[in-house]
């Protein structure tokens, strides 16, 4: 199981992964931690994340940015109005009313929506993560603004199913920040003392989201939270709107009127706001060739900065102080505050956040990967491989929810709030309907919210009519929710029935309504224990009966006529019978729930996005092979042309050599005319056709320098064998516990060899640099060891020890006191014959 966190950002992501070091942040194809968010088309690949920012200015229409504020939203919406003005590529509405993002793909147009180019740059997400991690990544834990609404929430999940990631959990960004603050603070308060209160602010790209949470011993509970949509996006825009009215006035130019410069300038104007960060004095932007061939330059202080940016200061502290009031908590109870988010940095906000807080910011966690961190630690937490220190996350859910529904009168209407503002999540409530046919709730926010309908999802519950008022009322077929049809007879009293409906806010901080039972009387018969009379009861009664026939002969009994009891059956005391009695009992039967909610896409639309997604992504995959095949080409035409006419010219014929440079010619010539847009099959074809010619010489040359070596030492070794050889010849002590058959063998091997190395020695005399040798080296290397291997171990046998006979006490006293341990003592012969020294011929 994978254990990864993403930090999906309006402007770059970051990647999180949990090892059995700890957490780490992974860096991507460029050697970089982070990932932008753009997704840019060309004529038959896509390129993802940093590639696709980089190459912007030569593909501005086909190069998208921003549409994670787009997710879920329909064209008409005033805040994808507003975005619109951002974008230099074309935006549309699609047939339901949605985003599409208007491109051209392997010579088709094409509209995507926001989903799908977020399910694009998860793709690429995902596959830097399964580099860095040598394995398959299905399971995520994926950021998400707190202020994210339920249809941005699932128009996330839906991207990233797209992707084929499985999403464990939507997690706050404020939350994982929190999370991976405390997880690893060793000094948390217990649960029985006055918990530790933490505020975290995270200024990000186009938003700043402000919570307080408080942390004991393995828990962390989230208070409160504020947002507002003031970050360093609208920072950038407000020195770039200044610099443009100072080149419409000194240069005479409308830079809005050129997407390209507009780009640039926002480029620029970023660097800029860095280095006011760090210096108080004016500082200069010149930008050359910015529009029409005019370079331009202009300057700004932190002062004049201040000043421009006044009104969102005055926003975040509105922001900041929000959050505390709704918090409950007092400025000496706050124990720190954190801060988090690339516009963190800026000097006023710092300063900002110690006068509302009355606390300095500190700067514990790393500002750009605090969140992918907490991510990959709540998938850490959730995955069975890791074993992780206990610890809690109660959620909150920022907007506040309530449930309406309506009847056929006024009295069966109504509305109620189910989870007030900063409830925790995940949670789930009871609610109890009684009604007499199918009905419908509507989940809807209670109060304002970043988005243009504060509704959130239909959810139809089928109830059947079967408690009516007539007893005649006819049963009625519904389906439950196992999706078995069920027979309902009314009820012997009629009226509505009890209906319990469960709704629930998820640990994705989305609302549904996620079960509903019906509560139906049902009269059934048990049998009952019931005590039996005694025989002097029954006695009792039978004089009674006599009694009344001797007053009255003339009229019998009413039970005159019945039986006597047959033999055997007269009830004895104490023995019990049963007898069956009617009970009403409550039967729960599981409903069916039908929910429609906005944000998501339908079963159809998902099915066709996933579909298209891996087929650019195979394309993707088969753009990027073809082109590396096609680079291979090209490159090893510079390589071996370069060496053709230096270190490899003495290794070909002329002839040959003029030919293949031609050949070299021709195929770079082709490679950038018929040859752009060729197969990879005709790549691999076209560079084997020039390795045949150009390793043939290359393999020459390195024969040319590696074969005197290999001689040489096969040389040796043949000679140290001989020598070896004729000392056991001559009677030399060292040898004289040698098999005489084994050294015969041995000297066979060296007739042989030896043969064998003349004869190849003297083919290679013969030979010129620019012909293929009979033999390579690594042949003689082979032979060395072969031939070394047998003979060593024949050669340098060691002499058998033999015992000492025993000795006297007294020879033992004169022998002194090597006799004594004659292990100590080491025979001459125990000696190699030939020194392994000497024998290391390698």
Not at 347 to 373: C, F, H, M, W
Not at 395 to 417: N, R, Y
Not at 590 to 609: F, M, P, T, Y
Not at 730 to 738: M, P, Q, V
């Amino acid at each position: 199981m994978s254990v990864v966190g993403i930090d999906f950002g309006n402007d770059t992501c970051y990647i999180s992964v949990a090892r059995q070091g700890g957490i780490e942040s992974i860096a991507n194809d460029y050697s970089l931690r982070q990932t932008n968010s753009y997704v840019a088309f060309g004529e038959k690949q896509r390129t993802l994340g940093v590639a696709a920012k980089s190459g912007q200015m030569t593909n501005v229409k086909k190069t998208f940015f921003g549409f994670k504020r787009l997710l879920g939203r329909k064209y008409d919406d005033p805040h994808v109005k507003a975005e619109l003005g951002r974008f230099p590529f074309d935006v549309t509405a699609t047939e339901d009313g949605g985003v599409g993002f208007v491109t051209e793909f392997l010579g088709q147009k094409k509209l995507l929506s926001a989903e799908q180019l977020t399910a694009a740059l998860f793709t690429k997400l995902k596959i830097t993560a399964e580099a860095a991690l040598s394995a398959v990544v299905n399971d995520v834990v994926v950021s998400v603004p707190s202020y994210f609404t339920d249809a941005e929430r699932r128009a996330l999940l839906d991207a990233a199913k797209i992707a084929g990631l499985n999403v464990l959990k939507l997690m706050n960004e404020t939350t994982a920040t929190a999370l991976a603050y405390g997880i690893y603070k060793q000094d948390l308060p217990e649960s029985d003392k006055p918990a530790r209160n933490v505020v975290f602010v995270d200024a990000g790209h186009v938003g700043t989201q402000v919570a307080a949470c408080s942390f004991h011993k393995g828990k962390l509970t989230m208070i409160s939270s504020a947002f507002c949509d003031v970050g360093g996006r609208l920072f950038d825009e407000a020195i770039a709107n200044q610099l443009v009215s100072d080149f419409a006035t000194s240069y005479k130019i409308d830079v809005r009127s050129n997407k390209k410069a507009s780009l640039k300038l926002l480029t620029e104007v970023e660097k800029l706001k860095k280095l006011m960060s760090a210096n108080s004095n004016k500082l200069p932007i010149n930008i050359e060739c910015f529009m029409n061939d005019i370079d331009v330059k202009g300057s700004m202080d932190r002062a004049s900065f201040l000043d421009l940016i006044a009104p969102a200061l005055q926003k975040l502290e509105a922001t900041f102080k929000e959050c505390l009031e709704t918090s409950g908590l007092k400025k000496e109870e706050i124990y720190s505050v954190e801060i988090v988010g690339g516009s963190s940095r800026i000097p006023s906000i710092k300063a900002l956040i110690e006068q509302v807080y009355g606390v300095a910011p500190a700067t514990t966690l790393n500002a750009d990967e605090a969140v992918s961190r907490g991510c990959a630690l709540q998938c850490a937490i959730l995955s069975p491989t890791f074993k992780v220190r206990e610890f809690s996350v109660t959620d909150i859910q920022p907007f506040p929810i309530k449930l309406v529904w309506k009847g056929a009168t006024k009295e069966d209407s109504g509305e109620m709030e189910v989870f007030p503002k900063n409830h925790a999540v995940p949670f789930s409530k009871m609610l109890t309907f009684y009604k007499s046919d199918a009905f419908c709730v509507e989940g809807e926010y209670n109060g304002e919210v970043p988005y243009p309908s504060r509704h959130i999802g239909v959810f139809e519950i089928i109830v059947p009519t079967s408690l009516a008022s007539s007893h005649t009322a006819k049963k009625k077929t519904i389906i439950s929710a196992q999706g078995k049809e069920m027979e309902v007879r009314p009820a012997a009293e009629g009226g509505n029935q009890k209906v319990k409906v469960k709704v629930r806010v998820n640990p994705n901080g989305i609302f549904a309504v996620s079960s509903a039972s019906l509560i139906e009387k049902t009269e059934v018969e048990e049998e009952v224990p019931v005590e039996m009379e005694t025989e002097p009861a029954k006695e009792d009664a039978a004089e009674k009966k006599e009694d009344k026939m001797d007053a009255d002969p003339a009229k019998p009994a009413e039970d005159a006529a019945a039986e006597p009891p047959a033999p055997g059956t007269e009830a004895k005391a104490g023995e019990v019978k049963t007898e069956l009695r009617k009970k009403i009992v409550n039967k729960t039967i599981d409903l069916a729930v039908s929910g429609r909610s906005l944000g998501c896409l339908s079963h159809e639309k998902l099915e066709a996005a996933c579909t298209e997604e891996h087929s650019m992504a195979y394309q993707d995959i088969q753009e990027t092979e073809r082109l590396t095949a096609k680079n291979s080409v090209e490159e090893y035409i510079y390589d071996i042309r370069g060496k053709v006419c230096d270190e490899l010219e003495e290794f070909m014929v002329e002839e040959d050599r003029n030919t293949f440079t031609l050949q070299l010619e021709d195929m770079e010539n082709w490679l950038y005319e018929d040859g752009e847009y060729a197969e990879k099959n005709v790549y691999q074809n076209k560079l084997g056709d020039l390795k045949t010619k150009g390793e043939a010489v290359k393999r020459r040359r390195r024969e040319w320098e590696d074969r005197p070596p290999a001689m040489n030492q096969f040389g040796q070794c043949l000679q140290l064998a001989q020598k070896a050889v004729d000392s056991y010849k001559a009677g030399d002590e060292k040898f004289n516990h040698l098999d005489a058959a084994e050294v015969d063998k041995v000297m066979k091997a060296i007739g042989e060899k030896s043969e064998w190395y003349n004869r190849m020695a003297g083919e290679i005399s013969k030979l010129t640099k620019t012909m293929d040798p009979p033999v390579l080296a690594s042949q003689f290397y082979q032979e060395k060891d072969a031939f070394w291997n047998m003979a060593s171990n024949i050669l340098n046998k060691p002499k058998p020890k033999v015992e000492p006979p025993p000795m006297k006490e007294e020879t033992k006293a004169e022998a002194g006191p090597e006799a004594a341990n004659p292990e100590s003592a080491k025979a001459e012969g125990d000696k190699p014959a030939v020194p392994p020294a000497e024998m290391d011929v390698d």
